[in-house]
Every structure is written in structure tokens, then in C-alpha cells.
């Protein structure tokens, strides 16, 4: 498996698709934006002018999309992906979408003879551009083998969470918890600052106490105490507030699904939408939600 298609080429799609690159793949990269395709031929991909020329006699197409409508809409339908691709072609979807979604997308797949995997991410941009992503993997073992080599181009870990759909509901189970603990440790720091402590002398009492997790940890929030981290660039780049609030979005209908109770993902949602009402909030990264909490000049 040399020939890969790349579609999506956002913060975290266009240096996923870079290192396939270095690990030795011939990369076909495809996104709606000019930008983004730019920066990904000048990482060494091969330039589609549109999804079906870019998945034309690839051995494997990888996507990285923004929802379920989207994925949906790339692949499934007369004019849809799964239809464009040579037989024997492996599928490999990273989005984070429904896991309904995901299950259609491979069952789709199978119907037409191909192998399909739903395989979401966790680590951030920082990972992705490290190359040290995990990836959660649904669909049979099979598909998960053979997507192996390029996932393992772009990550540390690979996990078979179980049957197609699987790897979506790991996802949102580890967003929801990654929602709570962010707005956990953003509240803690603020508490101790507003008592007069350093916010990187707390840090680093929380990292060394029970307190520790990987908010704290990986994404410090609070501004200047973690050297290159989005709280350090006034919150650019990085996982999104409203990508957070489609990920909560999409544990509570799982919730819902399976009438499981999970008061503190409702009240992370919550919190996210009060803070994210402000469209310039939106387009933020998630540890922003530090400025919840945050005084107001002068008080």
C-alpha cells in the first residue's frame, strides 16, 4: 500500500496527510480550500483538483471531515466516493461524526466489496503534527490490520474499540470527559489566582497532586504557563470551541440513545454553549473556556 487519497486538509487533516508523506506514501490531497491545498503540496503531497480525481487508483483514501452530513456527502450516493474508488480500495474515515453515520459510511463500503474502518482521533494539532495521534478504531479486525501501516504513520496508538461505530462512541466518551476536565482545571486555576497564587506554581502543584490530568498537564488553559500552547497564542489555532460543542453534541444524543445518565457532559455542554454565544468565542480553541471564568479588568 503505497497510494494514499487525502481529503480534508484542515488543522488537523493537512499534518496528518504530511506525515504519510515522510513515512514514504504518494499522497493525493484534496480540500475546498486553496490555502490548505497549498500548504499540503509544499509538504510534499500531489495536488487533486477534486475528491474522485484525488481517489483515482489509490490503494487507500483517508478522510478527515468536519460532520456526519459531510462525510455522508463525500462518499455515499451515485456521485459519491464509494463509487469512484477502484475495487480493493481500503476506506479509512478519522472524522468525528455519529456513530450511525459511521456505521452506514462502512456498511456502504462493504456493500460495494471494499474494506471500511471508522478511526477518530484524540491528541490535538499537536499530536497530529508530531505524528503521535491515537487512533479509535471501529470495523472489523481485517480493515483495522490493514489500515495499520498509515495509521501508525500518523500515531503512537491504535485501537480496535470494536465492531464499525465503535471507535466514533470512544470518541465522544473521551471528548465528553476531555469537556469536564478542561472546565475543571480551567475553574481551579482561576480559583487559585484570584486567591493570589502564580497560575504556573499552581500548575505544577496540581501536575505533582491528585489533581493531575491531561487539561492540566498537555493544554494548560491559563495564559503564559505553558510555552506554545493555545492559552500562550491568545487561544489561536487548535480544537475549536464549536468542534467542542458538536462532539458534546453528539455525546448527549448518545446518551439520550442508550438512556445513560451523564449529568456533568450536560453541564460541560452547557458551559460551552453560555460561552460560546459570543461567535467570536466559536472559532477558539476549547481552552479558552478559562475566560468563563476570568474577571473582568478592574475587578
Not at 505524528?131 to 501501516?149: D, H, I, N, Q, Y
Not at 506554581?201 to 510555552?227: D, F
Not at 493555545?230 to 475549536?240: D, H, I, N, V
Request: proline residues 4%; contains cysteine.
Amino acid at each position: 500500500m503505497q497510494k494514499v487519497a487525502f481529503i480534508g486538509l484542515g488543522h488537523m487533516g493537512g499534518p496528518m496527510a504530511a506525515n504519510l508523506v515522510r513515512a514514504g506514501f504518494t499522497v493525493t490531497a484534496f480540500d475546498l480550500s486553496e490555502e490548505a491545498l497549498a500548504q499540503a503540496e509544499a509538504q510534499g503531497c500531489r495536488r487533486a483538483a477534486s475528491a474522485q480525481e484525488a481517489v483515482a487508483g489509490v490503494d487507500a483514501v483517508v478522510s478527515m471531515l468536519t460532520t456526519g452530513d459531510v462525510v455522508k456527502g463525500v462518499y455515499l450516493g451515485a456521485r459519491g466516493l464509494l463509487q469512484a474508488v477502484d475495487d480493493g480500495t481500503l476506506v479509512v474515515d478519522c472524522s468525528t461524526i455519529a456513530a450511525n453515520d459511521a456505521r452506514q459510511l462502512v456498511a456502504a463500503a462493504n456493500e460495494r466489496g471494499l474494506q471500511a474502518i471508522d478511526a477518530p482521533v484524540s491528541g490535538g494539532t499537536a499530536a497530529a503534527g508530531a505524528g503521535t495521534l491515537s487512533f479509535m478504531c471501529g470495523g472489523e479486525k481485517a480493515a483495522v490490520e490493514a489500515a495499520r501501516p498509515l495509521l501508525e504513520a500518523m500515531g503512537a496508538n491504535v485501537f480496535h474499540a470494536g465492531p464499525a461505530g465503535s471507535g466514533q462512541v470512544a470518541k465522544i466518551c473521551n471528548n465528553m470527559l476531555l469537556a469536564i476536565h478542561m472546565i475543571g482545571t480551567a475553574e481551579a486555576l482561576q480559583m487559585g489566582v484570584d486567591n493570589g497564587l502564580d497560575p504556573k506554581v499552581l500548575s505544577e502543584i496540581m501536575r505533582a497532586s491528585s489533581g493531575g490530568n491531561w487539561s492540566l498537564e498537555k493544554y494548560n488553559p491559563y495564559p503564559g504557563v505553558m510555552e506554545g500552547g493555545p492559552a500562550s497564542r491568545e487561544y489561536e489555532g487548535g480544537f475549536s470551541v464549536q468542534l467542542m460543542l458538536k462532539d458534546l453534541g453528539l455525546a448527549m444524543d448518545t446518551a439520550a440513545g442508550s438512556a445513560s445518565s451523564t449529568p456533568l457532559g450536560a453541564l460541560a455542554r452547557n458551559l460551552y454553549q453560555l460561552y460560546g454565544a459570543d461567535p467570536e468565542h466559536r472559532v477558539l480553541d476549547f481552552s479558552s473556556i478559562q475566560n468563563l471564568f476570568r474577571r473582568p479588568a478592574g475587578d
